[in-house]
């Protein structure tokens, strides 16, 4: 699996749209972009996931750019709740079980 | 929303006694997996497991660990010689099947070996 880079950690004021970065330059065609948080103590969460095209849900927006070799995970109006590690993933989709590897991710602090 | 439930949700146990964790996965989920977190470290694989057998497995997973699916709802893990570093959270997670459905993990067991 291609490995991916995030910043150490970030802030966003509540309200505010926070916007975070994952480096994956050397992904490969048949490789999607996950990204899944993990609030304090808690289970890691899924939020998103992606090949090529932007993608949204409920959670999240993921922009992925045209190259494939970064991608964005935004959250439109983050709230308090959203204080977690968020972590960036590339994994090969295919049938079946595939673990996850884990990085250090990005610690988010949203403030009042 | 279904999820995936674990118990108990601490464990406290003497180092060399076995220790049992048990999920209970998403009902029409077919994969499931057990990953663990030492405190401040990452959250790294342990074993994944279908169709009644181990599907792969970490270095870190070696005979004092094992799995079983022991009826049509649990997932357990367990440990039989527990050592002071199994201190962890262990997470349960599975995983409906087919390319690209993603894992859904239960909030963990807190395991403290004394």
């Known amino acids: 699996d291609a490995k991916t880079t995030q910043p150490t950690s970030m802030d966003c004021a509540e309200g505010r749209a926070a916007n975070l970065p994952c480096n994956h330059s050397?992904?490969?065609?048949?490789?999607?972009v996950y990204w899944y948080r993990q609030i304090h103590s808690q289970g890691p969460q899924y939020i998103i996931h992606?090949?090529?095209n932007n993608e949204t849900n409920e959670m999240a927006s993921l922009i992925i750019t045209e190259d494939r070799k970064s991608s964005t995970l935004i959250l439109p109006h983050a709230t308090l709740r959203d204080t977690a590690v968020y972590y960036c993933?590339?994994?090969?989709?295919?049938?079946?079980?595939?673990?996850?590897?884990f990085g250090t991710g990005t610690r988010l602090l949203v403030s009042p | 929303e279904p999820e995936v439930t674990q118990t108990p949700s601490h464990q406290v146990t003497q180092m060399g006694q076995e220790v049992i964790l048990r999920c209970v996965p998403i009902?029409?989920?077919?994969?499931f997996y057990w990953y663990r977190q030492i405190l401040g470290q990452k959250v790294e694989f342990l074993v994944s497991?279908?169709?009644?057998?181990?599907?792969?497995k970490s270095e870190i997973f070696d005979d004092q660990f094992s799995v079983e699916r022991p009826d049509g709802s649990n997932f357990t893990l367990k440990i039989r010689s527990t050592k002071l570093e199994d201190s962890a959270m262990y997470f349960c997670?599975?995983?409906?099947?087919?390319?690209?459905?993603?894992?859904?993990f239960g909030d963990g067991t807190r395991l403290s070996i004394l």
């Open positions: 997670a599975s995983t409906e099947g087919g390319s690209g459905q993603p894992q859904h």
């Open positions: 050397t992904i490969s065609g048949n490789e999607y």
């Open positions: 992606g090949l090529k």
């Open positions: 993933i590339v994994r090969v989709l295919n049938t079946g079980f595939q673990k996850l590897v």
């Open positions: 009902s029409n989920h077919l994969y």
């Open positions: 497991f279908y169709n009644n057998e181990i599907s792969e």
